[in-house]
C-alpha cells in the first residue's frame, strides 16, 4: 500500500507542480500583463520597429520549435524507450494500461511545453505593445541595449525602457516600474557573468540581467531618480 501511494505522488508530483507554475505565470497578472492579454495591434509600426519586430516573431519561432525537440528528446523518448523495454521484457499490458503509461509523458511534455511557448509568446506581444507606444528616442536606446545581449536574448530583453517607465521581462512575470520610484538596488553576482538584482521601489522586485546589461539600468535609475541608492 505505501509502496503503491509513494508510486502515485512520484508520477503526480510534477504535474502539480507544474500546475502551480502555470497558475502563478499564466493566471495570476497584474495591471501590465492584463494589458498585453487584451492587446491587440492597432497600428501599422515604422519601418525599422517593424523589421525588429519581425525578428521577434523569427526567434519565438526558432525557440518554439526547439523547445519541442528538446522536451521530446529528454520526456518523450526516455518514456517510450522504458516502455519498449519492460514491454520486450515480459511485461503484459492491457490495451488501456499501454495507453495510460504513454499518456504520462505526452501530458508531461504538452503541460510544460505549453508553460514554456506561453512565457516566449508572451514576451514578444509585450514587446509588440511597447514598440507601438514607445518614442524614437526610447526605441533607439532599445537598440542601443541590444548591441550588449547574447545571440539567445536579442530579441527577448531583460528589460525595456518606454514612456520613462523600466519593463523588466522574467520568466514569471512581466513587471512595470516607475523608475522616479525605485529607492534601492541590490545586487549579487551568479554564474557565468550574471547577477541576481533586488529592487526596492514601492515593493521588492527582483529579476537577474548578465553584468554587460546591469549599467544601463542603474544609468536609467540615476537619470530619474539621483537619490536613489544604487550599488
Not at 497584474?30 to 517593424?50: D, G, M, S, T
Not at 508553460?115 to 506581444?125: D, G, I, N
Not at 507606444?133 to 545581449?149: H, R, T
Amino acid at each position: 500500500m505505501n509502496t503503491d501511494i509513494f508510486t502515485l505522488i512520484s508520477i503526480f508530483l510534477p504535474y502539480a507542480i507544474i500546475g502551480v507554475i502555470l497558475y502563478f505565470v499564466a493566471a495570476c497578472k497584474n495591471a501590465f500583463e492584463e494589458r498585453v492579454a487584451h492587446y491587440i495591434p492597432y497600428h501599422a509600426l515604422e519601418r525599422e520597429r517593424k523589421v525588429y519586430m519581425e525578428k521577434v516573431e523569427k526567434y519565438k519561432r526558432y525557440i518554439c520549435i526547439g523547445l519541442g525537440i528538446f522536451l521530446s528528446v529528454f520526456i518523450v523518448l526516455p518514456f517510450v524507450l522504458f516502455f519498449v523495454t519492460i514491454s520486450n521484457g515480459g511485461g503484459n499490458f492491457s490495451v488501456s494500461e499501454q495507453l495510460t503509461l504513454l499518456m504520462i509523458p505526452l501530458f508531461l511534455f504538452l503541460m510544460i511545453y505549453y508553460l514554456l511557448s506561453y512565457v516566449v509568446k508572451r514576451h514578444a506581444k509585450a514587446q509588440h505593445l511597447l514598440l507601438e507606444e514607445m518614442s524614437k528616442e526610447d526605441f533607439a536606446y532599445l537598440l542601443k541595449v541590444q548591441k550588449d545581449l547574447l545571440w539567445l536574448r536579442k530579441y527577448f530583453p531583460f528589460f525595456i525602457l518606454c514612456k520613462e517607465k523600466v519593463y523588466f521581462f522574467t520568466f514569471f512575470t512581466l513587471c512595470e516600474l516607475d523608475p522616479k520610484q525605485i529607492k534601492k538596488i541590490r545586487f549579487w553576482n551568479s554564474r557565468r557573468g550574471n547577477r541576481t538584482i533586488l529592487i526596492k521601489s514601492s515593493r521588492w522586485f527582483i529579476t537577474s540581467m548578465t553584468e554587460i546589461v546591469y549599467p544601463y539600468l542603474r544609468d536609467i535609475v540615476r537619470k530619474y531618480n539621483p537619490t536613489a541608492d544604487i550599488e
